[in-house]
């Protein structure tokens, strides 16, 4: 019965910031590595960052190295989405996931629980 609860999408101006949150009631969340995708045009929910289960490596997507920063505060059980510079192509719904595994994925297949999204739109 683990759920995951993200907030903080919004309307943004290209070059703006936002921060993303993530929390997660249920299971242990100290165990699970922790992701985050989003979907746009397409079906398919795209990897965009993902971070271990001490948050002492995260990995990122190409598209928003530099950018981008995932963090984790176990003690709240939130994994966080740092968003700098944001660009029109950043739009999209962003997705909280989590991982059972040892190794943080890049793919949607390999994450076990979802939440329900929250909607991110750049534009002036």
């Known amino acids: 019965q683990v759920a995951l609860l993200e907030s903080g999408g919004g309307w943004v101006q290209p070059g703006g910031s936002l921060m993303l949150s993530c929390i997660v009631s249920?299971?242990?969340?100290?165990?699970?590595?922790m992701g985050w995708f989003r979907r746009s045009e397409g079906p398919e929910r795209l990897f965009v960052a993902t971070?271990?289960?001490?948050?002492?490596?995260?990995y990122y997507a190409d598209s928003v190295q530099g950018r981008f920063t995932i963090s984790r505060d176990n003690a709240k059980n939130t994994v966080y989405l740092q968003m700098n510079d944001l660009r029109p192509e950043d739009t999209a719904v962003y997705y909280c996931?989590?991982?059972?595994?040892?190794?943080?994925?890049?793919?949607?297949?390999?994450?076990?629980?979802w939440g329900q999204g929250t909607q991110v739109t750049v534009s002036s």
């Open positions: 971070t271990v289960r001490n948050g002492a490596v995260s």
């Open positions: 249920g299971g242990t969340f100290s165990s699970y590595a």
């Open positions: 996931a989590a991982d059972r595994s040892l190794v943080p994925g890049r793919t949607s297949y390999e994450y076990d629980y």
